[in-house]
């Protein structure tokens, strides 16, 4: 079973070869994350923290998430695991 095959379609969007590229990122957010937008009635900003994979800095991507009032933070190189939710202390 190929990686994509453990993972709902629905949440997790990714290439058969697990990398997520500037036309799946900009599909996600219109699906997923907007949906949050509209759940909120897009008055309250919210921040999307990222790693610095280069999907999700291209201006497309920027531009769409300004538009969806989202403040992208970038998290350094390396420091991801710092940030990320631990699944397994929960």
Not at 11 to 39: P, T
Not at 47 to 53: G, I, R, S
């Amino acid at each position: 079973m190929t990686e994509k095959h453990k993972w709902d379609k629905r949440v997790v969007d990714f290439k058969d070869n697990a990398w997520v590229d500037e036309k799946i990122m900009l599909r996600w957010l219109r699906d997923q994350w907007q949906l949050g937008q509209y759940m909120l009635r897009n008055t309250v900003p919210r921040m999307f923290v990222l790693d610095v994979h280069k999907a999700q800095k291209t201006e497309p991507v920027k531009d769409t998430m300004r538009r969806m009032n989202t403040l992208p933070a970038m998290v350094p190189s390396g420091c991801t695991s710092l940030v990320q939710l631990a699944l397994t202390n929960l």
